[in-house]
């Protein structure tokens, strides 16, 4: 079992809807959980970190983490063409060290 | 947010060569640096992790005599991969993360990256 888990995709969703990523982790002992956007050809980009239980909201973004079932997602909201991207969810426990997803791929369809 | 730099953006070198990429934190003092390698349609795979001032931490697997990393200062850290072979080409990203005592001390931030092709 990897230690950070995200369903590859390709997520595919219209345009102006909500696409829905998730992850599940291993490690129960970890502290902080985020989000990169990764453009094909380019590096990741910070969009979200989320440290408790609950909701973030951030513009159309909202980060939602449950430590009890090890489990975060992100929610794009109003979804446009520029957001179609790899995302990776990273998760970081006491050492210091982010363990990254292997990523999902979404396409928002105009 | 932080601003990191990479230096070159792509390279292209000869086999058994080697080639330095330099990384810096622009607007921030980074403690720790990670250097990642990432292949075509792959995840992003850590190769080691550089504190300032101490010796890096290689991921298993990792051939730290080939890949030499240096954190001399708070704002720079360099890769090394020596004698590069074809099987080097890849594109190696680094990713700076922001000293304690900031509002969010585990925000990583990730460099533009480096694009090396070893002929």
């Known amino acids: 079992q990897k230690e950070v888990e995200q369903n590859s995709g390709p997520l595919s969703v219209p345009e102006g809807a909500i696409a829905s990523l998730n992850c599940t982790y291993s490690?129960?002992?970890?502290?902080?959980f985020f989000w990169y956007r990764q453009y094909s050809g380019k590096s990741p980009e910070l969009i979200m970190f989320?440290?408790?239980?609950g909701d973030k909201e951030d513009g159309r973004f909202t980060a939602q983490l449950n430590k009890a079932s090890q489990y975060v997602s992100l929610l794009i909201r109003d979804s446009q063409p520029s957001d179609s991207a790899t995302y990776l969810c990273a998760v970081k426990g006491d050492a210091g060290k982010s363990t990254f997803g292997d990523g999902t791929t979404l396409t928002v369809k105009p | 947010g932080a601003v990191v730099s990479q230096h070159p953006s792509r390279v292209i070198c000869k086999s058994g060569t080697s080639v330095k990429i330099e990384c810096r934190s622009l607007d921030f003092q980074a403690t720790t640096m990670f250097w990642y390698r990432q292949f075509p349609k792959q995840s992003l795979m850590l190769m080691a992790t550089s504190n300032e001032g101490s010796k890096a931490t290689y991921e298993q697997g990792v051939e730290k005599d080939k890949f030499l990393i240096n954190h001399a200062s708070l704002t720079l850290s360099t890769l090394t991969v020596t004698s590069a072979h074809p099987e080097d080409s890849s594109f190696y990203i680094c990713?700076?993360?922001?000293?304690?005592?900031?509002?969010?001390?585990?925000?990583?931030?990730f460099g533009p990256g480096t694009r090396l092709t070893v002929t």
């Open positions: 989320i440290y408790s239980n």
């Open positions: 990713s700076a993360q922001r000293s304690l005592g900031l509002a969010n001390p585990h925000e990583q931030y």
């Open positions: 490690d129960r002992g970890s502290q902080s």
